[in-house]
């Protein structure tokens, strides 16, 4: 069986002793799982270790594989340069993969970043593979012959089997997941005892004191994973609510998402070792062992499964529709369909007027049209005060210029207005305040404004943006200012979102 064992594991530095010191005591329970887990990759002796890490190379729209022979790297940024490690990458298991993603033009290979330092998502997983082989003490001081010096950098221990390493992307659960399916591939056309570890933080907003605060999405995301964990149900891990995930500020879930293509048809016995959050971080570690023939077991046909869920959950959002939003949707499926623009409401069938409310369809206000795909923005452009004569004409003309002129983006094809989710914000108009006292993220959007006429504007509500520092600074950034430029001046609005 090439997936010889799955495992999804944290990474925090400070559980490394020479990083944590005393505080390791504070978290012993993900200390020992994960010395399991070492230990566990040990006695199995893999061939290769094929590890999925959010804090490598990572792009918007492509799965990065590192290429090269190899790298290493060490805990210095945390404070312990003498804790290191080095990587011997699987060179033929890596062209292979780059090879048949490319094959069928799934996005993923080797372009990108030539050379880069391991990164803590990796360096951490090996630091407890090197435990279980007993090359290390749980402090990372070498044992025996195993070390290769390197010089004023520290010593770097290097692993027996080989490493390949994968990045994530803000792609598509099915994107994530078919990447792992070529891994499954690729390990048996290669003959490789392969250990798939998925490296991954659950939500870093369990606390208040945590590093990013609190939010009720972040236990619920945690729970929602170690259900998974524990009943190895991956499509749960597939289907799991973007929204949900981005306020839970969560790292590890489409690095899963490989883990679970890379178990692709095959039962496994799950097993969750550990689960705790003591800093206002969720860490989660479990393991899954396949059983029986890999590939066999048509109910874990999970790309398949997955495919016909999401097509019921778009039939289903499109059903639910705010008459507002669906006159946002045809004007830009019109529009990048037919070449047809809608002007108002004389150009809308029927249908798509009767149910829209008085106050609406005879209303003028600034308003902005959001569409996302995968979770992921696509587009978003609008007006903060009307341009035209009515707000349905000011819908119109921004859910064109959301899909086709936000130059964030590449204009939407064809094929992408199947996968797109559309909201339509109505903004109130602008009031000046004093200062960021007078703001609430989830309540007030927020105008900033330079003298030179420059302006960012930022809408309230966000998934993931939770203070006004944040909200401040994003706003600036958009607009090319420096807060503490002179002159600078704030505005807020209220909007009134339609789904």
């Known amino acids: 069986m090439p997936i010889v064992a799955a495992f999804a594991v944290p990474h925090p530095p400070l559980i490394i002793p020479a990083v944590g010191g005393d505080r390791v005591s504070e978290i012993q329970a993900t200390v020992d799982a994960y010395a399991e887990v070492g230990r566990r990759i040990a006695a199995l002796d893999p061939d ?54 490319s094959a069928e033009e799934l996005p993923a290979g080797t372009l990108g970043e030539r050379e880069r330092d391991l990164d803590w998502g990796v360096l951490v997983p090996l630091h407890f593979v090197a435990r279980g082989y007993g090359l290390v003490d749980d402090r990372g001081v070498p044992q025996g012959t195993s070390e290769d010096r390197g010089g004023a950098q520290g010593r770097y221990v290097r692993l027996p089997c080989r490493v390949v390493r994968l990045g994530i992307a803000g792609l598509s659960p099915a994107i994530h997941y ?94 969750l070792l550990s689960y705790e959050g003591p800093f206002g971080v969720g860490y989660g570690i479990a393991a899954f062992i396949p059983q029986g023939t890999e590939g066999a077991c048509s109910e874990r046909a999970l790309d398949e499964r997955y495919a016909a869920w999401h097509e019921e959950h778009l039939a289903a959002t499109r059903a639910a529709e705010h008459p507002l939003v669906r006159i946002a949707r045809y004007s830009l499926e019109s529009f990048v369909r037919d070449g047809v623009r809608i002007n108002g409401a004389h150009d809308l069938p029927a249908d798509l007027l009767g149910n829209l409310p008085d106050e609406i369809a005879c209303g003028k206000q600034g308003a902005f049209v959001s569409l996302k795909k995968d979770g992921q923005l696509r587009g978003c452009i609008g007006t903060i005060l009307p341009t035209r004569e009515s707000l349905v004409e000011e819908v119109c003309a921004n859910a064109v210029s959301a899909g086709c002129r936000d130059s964030r983006f590449d204009p939407v094809t064809t094929a992408e207005l199947p996968e797109l989710i559309y909201d339509v914000d109505v903004l109130s108009a602008p009031e000046p305040i004093m200062g960021p006292s007078e703001l609430d993220p989830a309540r007030y959007g927020v105008i900033v404004s330079a003298p030179s006429g420059r302006r960012g504007l930022l809408l309230p509500n966000l998934d993931g943006i939770d203070t006004v520092a944040e909200q401040l600074r994003i706003a600036a950034r958009k607009g090319g200012i420096d807060l503490n430029e002179p002159g600078v001046s704030l505005e807020r609005f209220t909007v009134t979102r339609y789904l």
Do not use: W
């Open 48 to 101: 290769t270790l094929v590890i999925s890490s959010p804090h490598t190379a990572m792009y918007l729209d492509y799965l990065h594989i590192a290429p090269g022979s190899g790298a290493r790297g060490n805990f210095a940024r945390f404070g312990a340069p003498e804790v290191g490690y080095t990587a011997t990458y699987d060179e033929p298991f890596v062209d292979e993969l780059a090879c048949v993603a």
């Open 178 to 271: 078919r990447l792992g399916q070529l891994v499954q591939q690729v390990a048996a056309k290669l003959g490789r005892r392969v250990v798939y570890i998925a490296s991954g933080d659950l939500s870093h907003k369990l606390t208040a004191d945590g590093p990013y605060g609190y939010a009720p999405e972040g236990p619920a995301f945690d729970q929602l994973v170690c259900k998974a964990f524990e009943q190895g149900d991956f499509l749960s891990l597939l289907a799991a609510d973007p929204a949900l995930c981005e306020r839970a500020a969560e790292c590890g879930l489409r690095s899963f998402q490989i883990m679970a293509g890379a178990l692709d048809r095959t039962e496994v016995a799950p097993e």
